[in-house]
């Protein structure tokens, strides 16, 4: 077929006549009076109406042409409209090859075309078309998607949560795996968001389907709602706010969602450091006295790692060089050994209120960079101290015990603010009664003493302070004459025991200490006590009972062990031994004469002082020299014990806090679900399920109303024409008589349509009518007969 407009190569001749009909119009065909029965007065009237008011171009002029060629066939050639401003400019275009005319055709606007359909899979489409109807149910399709992706939302986010929950104080080193797992995390996030999202839009799609049927909206709003999911423009349209409130809500959920699930929930990972702490069981030194027990001399005890082991104590011995291992021979106390000197004279001179400890003692003690603490529980010396007088001139009980000296001698009676009397009773060196060999100290040369290296007692300590009040003395006081502050005598009097301790030991960095919680005093180290003469002074010389003598002739791990508790105490009393005096302030100056190496400790304070609560500091300082042997590994009391330790360390790992995701998703499963069951209804109420695809756009728009409003717009193309945007259409049902002038009266049967359109030509759609659609046109042929 040819274009009429312009004549191609292959036309035919100008010659060959042409036969012109009068003008039909494709989309109003003439009514014959008979049609009009077919309508109510009403109709009739509208009808009547819109004839004398439509003009010849309301519809489309079409001049039939018959060409000699082939006279079988009609042709139809668009006649241009009077009025030339009511549509858009046509288009013209070239010539077109001419091809056969089918009976059932095709037309363009403004193409002067007519294309037939060659394709019999699309007649036999059609044909199968013809006789179906709406089917109105609810498809299992979109119910399902909706359930699955709200489900599969939920069980990603439990997912993730999961996730964060095993790296939680996970303790990665390899910063590949750490952005790897974060990469996990985020996945998850972004796959609930799709999720959730899909959830939402399905429902969405649903209730903007409900808004086209019940509210006339713009060209513009319905773009805005079709594009909702991908433009946020929807938001700034007042028309689709006010109209469609639901819809509009729905849509902000579906923006909002990312933000939730992608932005902040990944948040409640992070990567910083936290407190690891864990109880385990680890070997740390302990003390073990009774090591001493077995100790010989002559018999290094050497280490795993070639280290060899060091005694508490020097012995001498009886075992001449001649006559070695003779019968009666022993080994008997001569004094503490180097390294517990060492060890005590660091402890005493370093003034610290902490035992000493060896370089990395935390470490070695926690099992690593750690900080920690532990008990430990073990036996040892230990001097039990009692306050025996308070206050001047308390000297009754002192008297009653047998004490060296009494108040008088200290402050503000006597001169001394500190006396010690420590040594009666104590182990004599060199032993009395006894010569020894030249060149062989401590061998006796001649005949061996039965007390010979006997310990008969350990010294009691009777130790004299007094404390400075601050409280100043009043005019009449008798003391008020040398002194200006009032001063409390005190007199202690400290007896050595074997003890439990029970230690706590706390490693935390930068510092460390060990506090005894519990002292158990079990017994005397050598239990005994001085006779007295008759006048009532002490007898140092004839303790009692004799029985209770350790000698090292008959229990030698007794010995052994009394040896290293009485070193222990000796190097203690090195440092409380002698008095420190003080001058009066008046007539002054006021300063303290020390004749004692306390003042080179913590027992005394700046002044050179003893400090108020002397009794306590002894007992904690005397402890601490004992604890300061684990500051020597190579000690032979110091002992490996499998001990329960508490640990903890800051370390650098993931930290997840459950809180931060579930305050995302909570509100996002919760509002999702909302939806979700508003969607379930929506659909029961709708009867049936709805989509935005091609499809559906292709079957609801199939109006002539639709047809001629969009003409010369049909690309779609920027810019769209303005008078369109501003359009009101509805989705409903065509009215009868329109969907008639639609149609033809005489080329369609008479049934329902569904489409877009204006407000006035459709009527609400109504659940459950079988609504057929358009019905095909039939095709005039030349004969008069229709298909």
Known sequence: ??????????????????????????????????????????????????????????????????????????????????????????????????????????????????RPRSDSMTERLIAHRAMQSTQWKVHWRTPMLMTCSFVTGVMLAIAQHLLYKRLHHMEIADEEKKVLYVLYGRALAYLCKVAFGTCVVLVYRQRSWRTFRSRALTVLSIDHLFDAVENPSLFGNWEVLSNAPIAVMIALVFWLIPVATIIFSPGALTFGTFLDREIVNISVPNLDFSTESWKNYRVPNVTADGMSQRAMIFYNTTDPAKEPHREGWFDYYDQPSAELSRVAILLAYNSMSHPNTMQGARQAMCGGPYNCTYEQTFVGPGYQCEEVANGVNDDKKLAELGAPFNTSLLVPEGRYIYHANIDMGDYSRPQKNVTFQKGRAGVPDGPIPDDLGVFKSEPVLWIGYSVNSTESLVKDSPYAVNWTHRYDPHVMRCVHHETRYTVLWNYTEPSFSATATKREFLSPVVDTNFSRFDDGLTNEDDPQPVANFVSPRTNVQLYK?????????????????????????????????????????????????????????????????????????????????????????????????????????????????????????????????????????????????????????????????????????????????????????????????????????????????PYAGLQRRRIRQEGGNEE
């Open 1 to 114: 077929m040819a274009s009429m407009n312009s004549p191609g190569p292959n036309s035919p001749p100008s010659s060959l006549g042409i036969h012109i009909t009068g003008p039909n119009y494709a989309s109003l065909t003439q009514r014959t009076s008979e049609d009009d029965d077919d309508f109510s007065d009403s109709e009739r009237e509208a009808r009547s109406q819109s004839r004398r008011t439509m003009g010849p171009s309301h519809g489309i002029p079409m001049i039939s042409m018959i060409s000699p060629t082939s006279p079988g066939n009609i042709y139809s050639k668009q006649s241009p409209p009077e009025d030339k401003s009511y549509f858009s400019p046509t288009l013209s275009i070239g010539a077109r090859s001419p091809f056969a005319r089918r009976p059932d055709t095709l037309y363009s606007f403004g193409s002067n075309t007519v």
């Open 561 to 769: 062990k009394t040896a290293a508790y009485h070193a222990m105490g000796q190097m203690l009393r090195t440092f409380l031994r002698g008095e420190v005096g003080m001058e009066a302030p008046l007539p002054g100056p006021s300063y303290a004469q020390p004749e004692s190496d306390i003042t080179k400790t913590r027992l005394v304070d700046k002044s050179s002082e003893p400090k108020a609560d002397l009794q306590t500091e002894l007992e904690d300082f005397y402890t601490d020299m004992i604890l300061s042997l684990l500051s020597l590994p190579t000690m032979l009391v110091v002992q490996n014990d499998t001990t329960q330790v508490d640990r903890t360390r800051y370390q650098p790992s993931f930290v997840y806090v459950p809180v931060r995701l579930w305050q995302c998703y909570v509100p996002v499963i919760f509002i999702t679900f909302l939806i979700l069951l508003f969607g379930f209804w929506t659909i029961w109420e709708d009867g049936t399920t709805f989509s935005t695809g091609f499809s559906r756009i292709l079957v609801t728009t199939r109006n002539t109303t639709l047809d001629d409003i969009s003409r010369g717009a049909c690309l779609g193309n920027d810019p769209f024409p303005v008078e369109l945007m501003h359009t009101k259409l509805k989705f409903g049902v065509l009215g009868e008589g329109t969907e008639m002038d639609y149609l033809g009266m005489d080329s369609v049967q008479s049934v329902g349509h569904c489409a877009f359109g204006v407000a006035s030509e459709v009527v609400p759609i109504k659940k459950g009518v």
